[in-house]
């Protein structure tokens, strides 16, 4: 099981990948806002964010540059979540330090896909940071 | 499964929707939120147009199009997309001509969505 943060403003989509996390077996952490989403990560250092890019207070965008910056929160995988499939957005999601992308609407499947792929390499992480 | 004709939400997404999420329980939870969170972006839009606010039209007519194509209201989702271009545009025009379709819609959207909660959601 692992903790994964939802930063989402639409309470329907919220709900959707609320449902489909906690019913494959992990835990959900959810924020409304960026900044809450933040709060919640430097806090719980969840496993993966699940990060919107259409906030209504930070966009997606600058959320994940702050998250980025901070020590604490540094090396959590953040994937992003877009409805913007537009060119170059890709790019930017890169630059602004997002670790991979999902495109909304998603199925299930693709979503634990999305995690799964991060989900090893931050449990490694964290067992070698306790062994050192 | 409620027997309503012209159905403005499509039956086949939410029976999608329950493939997705594993049972009907899951889907009644989602429309419940569905029409709390609508009726409300309804009503924000509504005012918004009323303040001539095109960007909180824009915003709350994008948060309506992504739930509404979640739940299988396309048309509405269709009609918000409209909605959300012509606030960008600053589009006043097109926003007065989407008015009557998107009240009309959003209303029977959020009668059908009403009716499944109230009744419960069977899509077997």
């Known amino acids: ?3 994964i943060l939802v930063v989402e403003d639409n309470a329907v989509n919220m709900r959707l990948a609320s449902i489909m996390l906690t019913r494959s077996g992990h835990e959900v952490l959810g924020a409304e806002n960026a900044m809450d989403g933040i709060r919640l990560a430097q806090a719980h250092r969840p496993d993966v964010i ?3 890019i259409q906030l209504p207070d930070l966009d997606g965008f600058e959320a994940t540059r702050r998250l980025k910056q901070d020590a604490a929160t540094m090396s959590i995988p953040i994937i992003a979540v877009t409805a913007h499939a537009m060119r170059g957005d890709e790019s930017r999601l890169k630059a602004a330090g997002c670790d991979g992308y999902l495109a909304k609407p998603y199925r299930r499947a693709e979503l634990l896909e999305a995690i799964g792929a991060w989900l090893q390499p ?3 992480s964290r067992a070698g940071a306790a062994i050192t | 499964m409620a027997e309503i004709r012209h159905h403005a939400i499509d039956l086949r997404k939410l029976r999608d929707l329950r493939d997705m999420l594993g049972d ?3 889907v009644l939870e989602v429309l419940e939120v569905y029409s709390t969170s609508a009726s409300e972006g309804v009503q924000v839009i509504r005012d918004a147009m009323e303040r001539r606010n095109d960007e909180a039209i824009g915003a709350a007519a994008h948060r309506l199009k992504s739930s509404s194509f979640a739940i299988g209201a396309a048309v509405l989702g269709q009609l918000c997309a409209e909605l959300e271009a012509a606030a960008a545009a600053r589009d006043w025009t097109a926003i ?5 379709a998107f009240e009309e819609h959003s209303a029977r959207v959020l ?3 009403r009716l499944l909660c109230g ?3 069977r899509t077997a």
């Not at chain 2, 007065?96 to 009557?100: E, V």
């Open chain 1, 1 to 3: 099981m692992a903790q």
């Open chain 1, 50 to 52: 699940l990060m919107d």
């Open chain 1, 122 to 124: 931050a449990a490694q």
């Open chain 2, 24 to 26: 009907d329980e899951a």
């Open chain 2, 96 to 100: 007065d001509n989407a008015r009557p």
């Open chain 2, 111 to 113: 009668s059908e969505a």
């Open chain 2, 119 to 121: 009744i419960g959601v």
